[in-house]
């Protein structure tokens, strides 16, 4: 299964984005999978993604679209969110100290520890994409542990 979403700038729409993605993932995998814990998950992966968009790509131009994508291929989801800001050079993410109260940059870290793969790749075709990829496995074995 494959579908996607054009969405605007606008956190006002994070809703709609959530329900776009966990209705399309409920219908495909339906009783498959422990359907609240995944929920969360992605819930959680999507807005982080979304909201990064729209506070830094497109920041204060509400009329650029979102597009996100989503594919499904047995229990492999991938998941991508494309941009058309500037973006983001990864080699300049360094992870938040917790001691040092930082509150931002957390995102990233939270991604990666949720989702089996995560890529970024700026400048494909004039827009940015974040991959977000997880084999949901096994029922037992539907999310890696959020220890560091």
């Known amino acids: 299964m494959k579908t996607e979403l054009h969405v605007p700038s606008d956190i006002r729409f994070l809703t709609v984005v959530e329900n776009w993605l966990l209705s399309s993932l409920e219908v ?6 422990d359907w609240p814990r995944q929920s969360n998950r ?27 994508r989503l594919e499904l291929q047995e229990r492999d989801i991938a998941l991508e969110v494309w941009d058309s800001g500037t973006g983001y050079e990864m080699e300049e993410y360094t992870p938040p100290n917790p001691e040092d109260r930082q509150e931002s940059g957390y995102g990233w870290l939270i ?30 074995d539907e999310s890696k542990p959020l220890q560091a």
């Not at 990666?112 to 029922?139: A, F, P, T």
């Open 28 to 33: 495909e995998l339906g009783n498959h999978v």
């Open 42 to 68: 992605f819930r959680l992966v999507l807005a982080e993604a979304y909201s990064n968009v729209i506070r830094h790509a497109h920041k204060d131009q509400p009329d650029l679209p979102i597009i996100i």
């Open 111 to 140: 991604m990666n520890r949720l989702m089996d793969r995560v890529d970024y790749c700026l400048q494909i075709d004039g827009q940015n994409r974040l991959r977000l990829e997880v084999s949901l496995g096994e029922k037992s």
